[in-house]
Structures are given as C-alpha cells and as structure tokens.
C-alpha cells in the first residue's frame, strides 16, 4: 500500500500563498469586468436616450452629448454649442482618441471620402452624410465651426500626439461630390 504523502511547511505556505493571489487576482477580474458591464449598460442608455454618431466602416459608435467639456467628453461625444443641428446647418462634435479617456474618435484617422457617418436622433430616422474632407488644423483654427451655409457635421480629435486637431467633414450625399466610381454605383 501507498502511504501517505505529508506536506512539509514550505509546500502548506507555498499552496495557501498560490491560493490567494489566484483569489486576488479573480477579484481583481471580477471588478473590472463589474466596471466594463456597468459602463456598457451606461452606453446603451445614452445611445437610446440622446443623439448618437455611428460611423459602421470604422466601428464608431458614440452618444453625442451637449457642450465640448471634460465631464462631457470623459464620456461621449460633445456638440459644440452653438454650432448648427443634425441635418441643418455645421453640426460639430468633438471626441477623444486617446486612451486616457473614452476613445471614441480612435479609428477617426482611418476615415476616408466617401465613409459613411449616420447621426441618430432617438425616434427618427438616421441621418447620413458622407466623407468629403478630412485634414489637420491648429487648435487655435476655430474657423472650422463656423456656418458655411450648407448642411454639413463636422468631427473634431486630437492627432496621435495630442498637439493639433484632426477635422473630419462629412456632407448628405445630395450635397457631396460625386462618390461614384467607375461603373457609376454609389459608394456605400
């Protein structure tokens, strides 16, 4: 017969030890993952509950949110105010790319013309606009917000160094230039 094997001290410690870090650590999991949920349940009701901004192509998707301040923008997407409304006038909006806060405008610098942007307004039909432009200004260039006496939105981040401002215009199709390519079907 096989006797039993006794644990000397060290392996007892050693065991109680791996036993706790592993406890420690699916805690730890378990409240960042509490934190993950809770901040996605918080999304869904601010993309059901105000205007939103759906870019599919480059997977952004952000409540908009009125005024362009840190308690805003720590959490949405930001209007500017002052600036026009969806589907009238230069909708503007502003979001971070960064990792510091809610990335939402990240994948903004993969924008290209023609990219479709959609503006949900809750209990209507989405608005789209279509890239047209998309270039780099200083962040004192606030000229970009201004009414230009078109329907036009216009995005608004940082570049990857934080020290200028990438500009995203985007125009309802009827307003863009042409889209079409070579067999004459619409970009989509």
């Given at each position: ?9 060290r392996?007892?410690v050693?065991f109680i030890a ?20 809770a ?16 870019i ?21 997407a ?5 600036s ?17 806060y809610?990335?939402?405008?990240n ?6 013309t023609g ?8 209990g209507?039909?989405?608005v ?12 004192s260039?606030?000229w ?26 985007g125009?309802?199709?009827?307003d ?8 004459g079907?619409?970009?989509?």
């Amino acid at each position: 017969m096989k006797e039993k094997q006794k644990l000397t001290r060290r392996q007892r410690v050693s065991f109680i030890a791996g036993l706790l870090c592993m406890l420690a650590g699916c805690s730890i999991l378990a409240v960042l993952g509490g934190k993950r949920i809770a901040w996605r349940i918080k999304k869904a009701k601010l993309m059901r509950e105000n205007t939103s901004i759906v870019i599919p192509s480059l997977g952004i998707r952000a409540p908009i949110l009125e005024g362009v301040g840190q308690d805003v923008l720590k959490v949405a997407a930001g209007h500017f105010p002052g600036s026009g409304e969806v589907g009238s006038g230069n909708y503007c909006i502003a979001a971070h790319s960064s990792a510091i806060y809610k990335e939402y405008f990240n994948n903004l610098k993969n924008a290209e013309t023609g990219t479709e942007i959609l503006l949900c307004v809750p209990g209507k039909e989405p608005v789209s606009y279509y890239v047209t432009d998309h270039f780099i200004v200083e962040p004192s260039e606030t000229w970009i917000l201004d009414d230009f006496g078109d329907t036009r939105v216009t995005l608004v981040t940082c570049t990857d160094d934080g020290s200028q401002r990438r500009i995203i215009v985007g125009k309802p199709q009827s307003d863009a230039p042409d889209m079409t390519g070579e067999t004459g079907a619409a970009l989509s």
